[in-house]
């Protein structure tokens, strides 16, 4: 495989970005009118869609609900275009269920999930096309789909990923450079304490290189966090009409489209 | 059958107990139980048991196609099984998310980090490569199945021989044990792992967790490494919410440990060579490292600082014997790896110089030659001259070639591997190049 220059003498990267500098984010809220909460996402070129239903009663026997917290359903998907080669992503395939776990793990520390006792929440979260942190995708437009559907969170969980190039370390890695084979660091946040939930390594790197990386993917994380709240705060005042203040929060959106009695 | 939960008694006395820096079995906290490695008859079988927990290893290879996108790789596939007999709750035959995560935490930490040198398991570039399939099962159950599959996988990959094969054409021939010397694959590093267990919302952490203990911990971190400290994977899981400095601090804790079983794992591989080269126990040969546990456990108290100053210090030596080759740099905790490439760079210039001076020197002696034999040929006369060119280009011919032979040391691998330990890194690569041609 031809080598890439992934970082020119200027300093920037194959994408015309600087070391430090995210791709461009664009985000929706409420795509899908059935769901609770929808998000679309787009990170540079990778684009997600995520889903959110409930909280709802636990389906599947009774055996799977937990009396003092709700229960987290991650569902991932990858469709067969989103890639340059076509193929058709194993659903229940061990990647697949690994990435529904870790973003259960990850989303588990942001939901305040003792309010949803007995609940379930089922996040589907489909990868529409695919350009390298996809999972740090994923899990921000998770985020977005949970705040969309009302869902009470401790903090907005955003996620970021790092990798070293020519002892650089550059945030937000792209396909390209995310497959050129040097360490790939995943760091899922909660900005507001600066706690890690969820943190992912692969590839080699030496120890001395992990606190550089560390901070370079947590600062990605707090942009990524400020950008995603500016957007949050531009969609209620263009969609203000759901939110009036005499009406109490509700869990769910189908429980809001119902007519409130007075 | 459902796992039996721990009653609220007993997790409250484990958690008091780990407040109070003991441990169920008496450890210290960052004390490993004590292993064994014991090997199979068959090369690539490897058993290791971590105190209680019992895990098997066997590596298997056949032939098969490459990827399209990778022609020239072979394959290094995982699988890890938790059998019915490790502790009643786990189910034959079904792929648990536990033993999924597992699979993918070894991949990582053996593929993705290059430990198997993937390319050197080729036959015929796009048509033929050698499939690696590496089966763990847990015999077993009592917590810290990673690291012991970890030690397992990678003990048994590197006890692994598989056969040797000739290419002739189209043609190639697998030659049986007998026929001729299986070959060892090629491992660049020894990544091994070590979890650590988070009690208390992070404030407490543990090493090789009990299966008890599992239950009780918020989470967990797993951290793949080699021993020159190079991280091969980072896994944080459960939940649990961790800082920055807890983060970097468990890389501490596991760079001390990985210099152990590091250790463990090479002196069991000597072991079992010795052995079979004596040739009196023919198969399985059993390395017990008991001795060592038992000193960690009767050295005073391991603290936490105690752990964290070891590394340092082991940090501080691998940088001081690089600044006494360059004493130039000041911050050199931070530069080590820097330097390393410097270094090699160095070595590299010297090299081609090397190479550039033996080449002027060699041109000046046939230019002199030349002149030699074009004065005898003005004096003699002119038939000669033409047996003098071409002896002249000759010698040409030979600098070319040996030039030619001289370019692909000029560009060795300084990124892949810094002082790799490679354990036939040598022999691999000669293998590689053979087995390159043979596929064009």
Known sequence: MAAWELLKDQNF???????????????????????????????????????????????????????????????FSKSAFS??????????????????????????????????????????????????????????????????????????????SATIVDEKSVVDVNYVEESSGSAVLIVGLLPKDEQIAYMQMKGRLHADHLEKLLDCAVEGCRNINNILKERIGEHLKTHSSHFTLTRPATPGRAERSRPAIA | MKETPLSNCERNFILKAIENKERLDGRQSYDYRRIKLEFGIDRGCCTVELGETIVMAKVSCEVGQPKQTRPTEGFLYINVEFSPMAEAHFEPGKQTEQANEMARVL??????????????????????????RVDIKILNYDGNTIDASALCSIAALSHF?????????????????????????????LPLCVTIAFFHQGTYCLTDPISREEKVMDGKMIIGMNKHR?????????????????????????????????????????????ARSSGKPYGTYVADFRKVTVKAAESPTHSMSEIEEEARSMQLDSDRMEESEEEVVENVVKNSWLLRIKESKANEAQKVK???????????????????????????????????????????????????????????????????????????????????????
């Open chain 2, 161 to 189: 021989r598989r056969p040797d094969i000739t290419v002739s054409g189209e043609e190639v021939t697998i030659h049986s044990v007998d026929e001729k010397d299986p070959i060892p694959l090629s491992i660049h590093h």
């Open chain 2, 354 to 440: 090397d190479t550039i001076c033996s080449e002027i020197d060699e041109f000046l002696t046939t230019q002199r030659e030349m002149s030699d034999l074009q004065q005898q040929s003005i004096v003699n006369n002119s038939s000669k001259n033409n047996g003098a060119k071409g002896q002249d280009q000759d010698a040409k011919t030979d600098t070319k070639r040996k030039r030619n032979q001289n370019r692909p040391k000029k560009k060795p691998d300084t990124q892949s591997t810094a002082k790799g330990e490679s354990l036939d890194s040598a022999t691999s690569q000669t293998k590689k190049s053979k087995g390159k041609r043979k596929g064009k």
């Open chain 2, 230 to 274: 190079e991280i091969c994977t980072l896994q944080m899981t459960g939940n649990m919410l961790l800082n920055k400095e807890q983060v970097l601090r468990c890389t501490n804790i596991a760079t001390v440990k990985i210099v152990e079983l590091n250790d463990v794992l090479q002196n069991a591989l000597s072991a079992d060579e010795e």
């Open chain 1, 13 to 75: 990267r194959l994408d015309g970005r600087k070391p430090t500098e995210l791709r461009r984010i664009e985000t929706r809220l409420g795509v899908f009118p059935n769901a609770d909460g929808s998000a679309y996402l787009e990170q540079g070129n990778t684009k997600v869609l995520a889903t959110v239903y409930g909280p709802h009663e636990v389906k599947g026997g009774r055996g799977r609900s937990n009396p003092d917290k709700a229960v987290i359903n991650c569902q």
């Open chain 2, 107 to 132: 991949e990582r930490c053996l593929r993705d980090s290059r430990a198997v040198d993937l390319e050197s398991l080729c036959i015929m570039a796009g048509a033929k490569v050698w499939k690696l």
């Open chain 1, 83 to 160: 890639s340059s080669e076509r193929k058709t992503h194993m659903k229940f395939g061990r990647n697949s269920s690994e990435t529904n776990q870790h973003l259960v793990q990850a989303l588990n520390a942001a939901v305040m999930s003792h309010l949803y006792a007995r609940c379930q929440i089922d996040v589907y979260v489909e990868i529409v096309q695919s350009d390298g942190s996809d999972f740090c995708a994923c899990l921000n437009a998770s985020t977005l789909a949970l705040i969309d559907a009302g869902i009470a969170l401790k903090d907005i969980v955003t996620c970021c």
